[in-house]
């Protein structure tokens, strides 16, 4: 554990914080609401935001849940001026207990493919890169990437 560095779940006056932080961490999409991405986070029983503070200062955050069978984490940030002091390998170890007490014996996480910087961390920190293809679908009625990319004449 780092010295001065408290980690809990988030509370109700933290969230306009957190969305602070993901915004310098460029972790917010235009699709996605992170506030609202917090609401759901919170809702249930199966998922939460942990959040690290130092002298009263958000400095680490990591969404954790699970689906009843894997456990996942998004939304892992530590602040610019924070970093390379550990906080982030302490945040993912707070999430990996935090699936492990729920009975969760694996953590899967999705890196884009041009964050290797994040690459380099998570294979740092103990894990491997599976040889899985991931597959999305938009439940929502939003079209989905390979309809946005196709060219006019397609269309
Ligand atoms: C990725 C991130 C969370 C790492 O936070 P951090 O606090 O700097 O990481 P730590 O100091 O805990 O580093 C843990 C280990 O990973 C290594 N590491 C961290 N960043 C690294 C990088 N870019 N390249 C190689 N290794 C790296 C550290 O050297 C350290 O190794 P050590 O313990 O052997 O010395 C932080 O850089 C960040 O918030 N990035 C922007 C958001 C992001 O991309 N999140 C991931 C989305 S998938």
Redesign the pocket.
């Known amino acids: 554990m780092i010295a001065g560095l408290a980690i809990a779940a988030i509370e109700d006056a933290e969230v306009a914080a957190v969305v602070a932080l993901w915004e310098r ?3 917010t999409r235009p699709w996605n609401d992170p506030a609202a991405d917090i609401a759901l986070a919170r809702k249930g029983p199966n998922s939460t935001v942990l959040l690290g503070r130092e002298d009263e200062k958000i400095v ?1 955050s990591a969404m954790v849940g699970h689906d009843g069978h894997r456990g996942w984490v998004y939304y ?3 602040d610019p001026d ?9 945040i993912m170890s707070a999430a990996e207990d935090w699936l492990r007490q729920a009975g969760i014996a694996k953590l899967q ?4 493919q041009e ?1 290797a ?2 690459s ?2 998570y294979e ?2 103990g894990y491997d890169e599976a040889p899985v293809i991931v597959f999305a679908k938009w439940l929502d009625g939003r079209e989905q990437a390979r309809q946005l990319a196709r060219p006019e004449s397609q269309a």
């Open positions: 961490c460029a972790l680490a892992v940030a530590v924070r970093r390379g002091r550990g906080l982030g390998r302490t996480l999705l890196v884009r964050n910087k994040a380099a961390f740092t920190i």
